[in-house]
């Protein structure tokens, strides 16, 4: 009798889709409501991904990431995404992507301004409503679910009577812009420990105000 052998299919490869909510436009580029697309262009820069791919009305970049939590020491597929629907349409974006892409949504962040930080303060969650934030808004409405993982970045209250959304639309002031890099380099080291060791770890790790870290 001739033997034979079984060949065990090969498990999935699993993949991480890092979201950064903005704006875009070159007008809109250092706004506070841009902070989840400047995460993202740092986070190209630390891992060496270039973006410019059009997928699912989102500009995409695709990369790997090693020592990714749960792969049994094989790399992860990393996705990352800037939406170009403009804020309050993100979630179109959001949902092609994890659908085409298989992403758990355990394994999905976005990244996105909250004026009820304080300027950068991270806070990593795994799940809550949006506060109001128009982007992560239109991603629950889109998805059916709060239930997934996101960075908030402190970018602080408007002074005095000025309105939120002008606020928001403002340019970083100079201060702040000094500051920003830090912040940014935090942001990211905050979603690679996410990948590579767990989400309990990010937020042990980054929550908090800028002097803690």
């Known amino acids: 009798m001739v033997g034979f052998f079984t060949h065990k299919k090969p498990e999935p490869e699993l993949a991480y889709l890092i979201v950064g909510l903005g704006n875009p436009g070159r007008e809109y580029r250092m706004n506070r409501h841009n902070a989840g697309f400047m995460v993202i262009d740092r986070i190209c820069d630390d891992f060496g991904i270039r973006i410019g791919r ?20 094989l790399s992860c597929r990393l996705i990352l ?24 949504l355990d394994r999905m962040v976005i990244i996105h301004d909250d004026m009820d930080l304080p300027f950068g303060t991270l806070r990593m969650r795994p799940g809550g409503g949006s506060a109001g934030q128009k982007g992560l808004q239109s991603t629950i409405q889109q998805l059916g679910t709060q239930n997934f993982p996101r960075l908030r970045i402190g970018v602080g209250r408007p002074p005095g009577q000025m309105a939120p959304p002008d606020y928001l639309l403002q340019d970083f002031n100079k201060a702040e812009q000094e500051t920003l890099p830090v912040v940014l380099e935090r942001a990211s080291h905050a979603v690679r420990t996410f990948m590579t060791a767990g989400l309990d770890a990010a937020m042990n790790q980054y929550n908090g105000a800028l002097q803690e870290g």
Do not use: D
Request: aromatic share 6%.
């Open 81 to 104: 995404a800037k939406p170009q629907t403009f804020m309050n349409l993100s979630g179109q974006a959001v949902s092609g992507l994890l659908h085409y892409y298989k992403v758990s």
């Open 54 to 73: 059009m997928q699912s009305k989102a500009l995409i970049g695709l990369g790997k990431i090693e020592g990714c939590e749960g792969a049994n020491g």
